[in-house]
């Protein structure tokens, strides 16, 4: 089994004060209509944090009033791109001022690892800021080349009141992937964080008006999915709605979209991504790799104890190397730290809730009735929190739950190939579509595999390649609509043509 050091650390490191627990509306801090409040969790204890308000219909209503009010009337809009962008990077500075403020509230209701939050994901998120500040101020349509005697050109607009819906598993990333490029584009936005991990929202929304952010620009709605997120989804006003989470409740966005304005829709869905590790590999460092791209979020490589939708979750090993890599990756899993996100020594913090441990022990047990062997985890840790250990089956088949179904969770199905053509079959096996990783040192290889898999991201010899310019979103059921770069800007912006006749002209 793992290494573990659950529960509360010996950790200097002093624990956030709740100071927001109410929605953002307008500008303001104000209770929900209903007066109706929720409780949030912490994942290393199973206790409560804190009391949250609980947004719905009602309070989604005077959220959009304000976001629609600010887009028609408000200044943020009819800014230069310029002078958002100033405001955007005083954003990114406060951000930066808060940081170990912040990463501790995403460790104390995410379970995301403390240290990995203050050095990577806060100073992250400030820079996604920075990156989109600076684009903010380059938005432009063309002049168009007219078959007659016309002169056309079309210009970039924004797309105006958007809705943001987030998952928990990265709960500051997540907000910013959305919010930084549709402030870029002078949009407004209504937030709806996870009913799991409100708090960072609510401290975002109080940076966003120091900065400058004017009143109505950014609102967060803290609740949950089928009464507050349901609202965003089926309201009216809304001209734009973004979510990231399961491809069953993407579904039943689009459906709201249709049924509602037929406002426009993104999608970051499901996944159940693959790693093909081909026979010339090193095979220590295909190892690293393969539990890099299963327990990366909450582990201290890069959090994700495979919460993350790009999670490496089916791993195909050639099988020239097959045995000497479940050796060296058992090894490996065995000597993984489990424990307190706070403890530095923690390389792997506890699941988001209840329901999510509960879930992924249900797969575990799942896979072993089906027939896979348990090569290593496969336990809860502890008696207080939510923690599992790294779990690795292998004499996995392709139509098992545990290799077919998106567990979320630090489980890998671990199978063999023999020719590169039996491993793109394999990669391409799933609904799915939106990443996937190659670990070969031959070109050729690298080329033909990367072209043949359908999946929005091919990553070679790494995983988790991320950056703030490289767009990634999914095929398939795994959604539509792109992250990051400047494609994530670009949808919150519409295209409109502008035509005039030209008249005497002495060419076209």
């Not at 290393?44 to 949250?52: C, D, E």
């Not at 001022?97 to 509230?105: D, G, T």
Request: hydrophobic share 40%; glycine share 10%; with cysteine.
């Amino acid at each position: 089994m793992a290494d573990h050091i659950n529960g509360n650390s010996d950790s200097p490191v002093k624990l956030p004060t709740i100071k927001f627990t109410r929605l953002f509306i307008n500008g303001e801090f104000v209770d929900s209509v209903s007066g109706k409040t929720f409780e949030t969790i912490d994942p290393r204890t199973g206790g409560v944090i804190a009391r949250v308000a609980e947004g719905d219909k009602e309070d989604v209503d005077l959220a959009v009033r304000a976001a629609r009010q600010a887009f028609d009337d408000g200044p943020w809009p009819r800014m230069s791109g310029a002078t958002r962008g100033r405001i955007m990077i005083k954003y990114a500075d406060l951000i930066d001022e808060h940081k170990e403020e912040l990463a501790a509230l995403d460790a104390i209701d995410a379970g995301k690892l403390f240290n990995q939050g203050k050095a990577l994901d806060i100073p992250g998120v400030a820079n996604l800021l920075r990156y989109y500040a600076g684009a903010a101020d380059k938005i432009h349509g063309e002049v168009l080349k007219m078959s007659r005697e016309l002169q056309g050109y079309t210009l970039r607009e924004p797309i105006g009141v958007s809705g943001h819906i987030i998952p928990w598993n990265f709960p500051s990333s997540m907000f910013f992937m959305m919010s930084a490029p549709a402030l870029a584009a002078g949009c407004t936005m209504i937030v709806k964080p996870a009913e799991q991990t409100p708090l960072s929202a609510l401290f975002y929304a109080d940076l966003a008006y120091k900065a400058g952010v004017p009143a109505g620009v950014l609102n967060v709605i803290t609740g949950y999915g089928p009464t507050a997120g349901a609202a965003i989804a089926s309201h009216m006003d809304v001209d734009k709605v973004c979510f990231t989470g399961s491809t069953e409740v993407g579904r039943k966005i689009m459906q709201a979209a249709a049924s509602s304005n037929l406002k426009q829709v993104s999608l970051e869905l499901g996944g159940k991504s693959p790693l093909l590790i081909f026979d010339d590999a090193d095979v220590d460092k295909a190892a690293d790799l393969a539990l890099l791209g299963i327990l990366y979020n909450k582990a201290n490589t890069l959090k994700c104890i495979g919460e993350i939708c790009v999670a490496s979750s089916r791993v195909f090993v050639q099988e020239g190397i097959y045995d000497e890599f479940v050796k060296k990756l058992k090894e490996k899993a065995k000597n993984w730290v489990v424990g307190d996100p706070f403890d530095p020594r923690s390389r792997q913090g506890p699941q988001v809730d209840k329901q999510q441990f509960d879930k992924i022990l249900s797969y575990i047990e799942h896979g072993k009735r089906e027939g896979a062997t348990l090569l290593t985890g496969g336990k809860p840790i502890g008696k207080t929190g939510y923690f599992i250990e790294p779990t690795v089956f292998t004499d996995v088949k392709e139509d098992m739950m545990i290799a077919t179904d998106e567990i979320f969770g630090p489980v890998m199905s671990l199978m063999k190939f023999k020719t590169i053509e039996e491993a793109i079959k394999k990669a391409n096996n799933t609904k799915y579509g939106l990443a996937a990783g190659i670990v070969t040192k031959n070109l050729d290889v690298a080329n033909t595999v990367s072209r043949s898999i359908r999946a929005g991201t091919i990553w070679i010899n790494c995983y988790f390649g991320f950056d703030r310019d490289c767009s990634y979103g999914g095929y398939k059921m795994s959604g539509f609509g792109r992250h990051l770069g400047l494609e994530a800007l670009h949808k919150f912006l519409q295209v409109k043509s502008v035509v005039t006749p030209i008249y005497n002209s002495p060419w076209l």
